[in-house]
């Protein structure tokens, strides 16, 4: 399922308009990533967790020419499936 599918049902189940459930999914969205851009942790129960991870700086390779080039420190968001989906997935 891609945003356009997630957009679409919900039109469909609910009786709205393109347009009213476009904004609804991009509210959702733009919240979580400003909750996650302001350093916050996202929890849904039942689904799974977002949160930020932080790597620091490292010395990496750079695979065509071998050569040791310096990488910068970053932030990345990381999900961790929560034990409800994790079965529902399974089929348990």
Request: charged share 35%; net charge positive; aromatic share 8%.
């Amino acid at each position: 399922m891609n945003k356009s599918d997630l957009i679409n049902e919900l039109a469909k189940k609910h009786n709205l308009t393109a347009q009213e459930a476009t904004e609804i999914v991009n509210l959702v969205f733009d919240g979580f990533a400003d909750t996650l851009r302001n350093g916050g942790r996202i929890e849904i129960r039942g689904f799974g967790s977002f949160a930020i991870k932080e790597y620091g700086a490292y010395a990496g390779r750079n695979p065509k020419d071998g050569t040791i080039v310096e990488v910068k420190p970053k932030k990345l968001p990381v999900f961790k499936v929560g034990k409800e989906l994790k079965e529902r997935v399974d089929g348990r």
